[in-house]
Nanobody
Framework: QVQLVESGGGLVQAGDSLKLSCAAS????????MAWFRQAPGKEREFVAG????????NYADSGKGRFTISRDNTKNTVYLQLNSLKPEDTAVYYC?????????????????????WGQGTQVTVSS
């Protein structure tokens, strides 16, 4: 059974940092693009960051550029999202996802419909 399990969320103050982790089990995803999305109450799920299979290329939404860093450790089948200088508008449930159509392809898509494996999400709440 394939599972993506996010962790690391929590309640923090504006300006603080968090590091989210997403551990995969049941299948190795080291050959695919992985990404982070987020969804705030009443809003659509939006792309946050993506990373190619080797980690050699990353892509960020404008909202996170310069503050967020995505990385991966293929030996641990895990992807990370470092969140720095958090703002109240970063409050959302953060999800990791895998695009299984990117087998050794260095192309990061930001549409959630591309991604076919999802975790259950981890809540990030930033107070002002």
């Amino acid at each position: 059974q394939v599972q993506l399990v996010e962790s690391g969320g929590g309640l923090v103050q504006a300006g603080d940092s968090l590091k989210l982790s997403c551990a995969a089990s049941g299948r190795t995803f080291s050959s695919y693009v992985m990404a982070w999305f987020r969804q705030a109450p009443g809003k659509e799920r939006e792309f946050v960051a993506g990373i190619t299979w080797s980690g050699g290329r990353t892509n960020y939404a404008d909202s996170g550029k310069g503050r967020f860093t995505i990385s991966r450790d293929n030996t641990k089948n895990t992807v990370y999202l470092q969140l720095n200088s958090l703002k109240p508008e970063d409050t959302a449930v953060y999800y990791c996802a895998v695009d299984s159509r990117t087998y050794y392809i260095n192309r990061i898509y930001d549409a959630s419909s591309r991604y076919d494996y999802w975790g259950q999400g981890t809540q990030v709440t930033v107070s002002s």
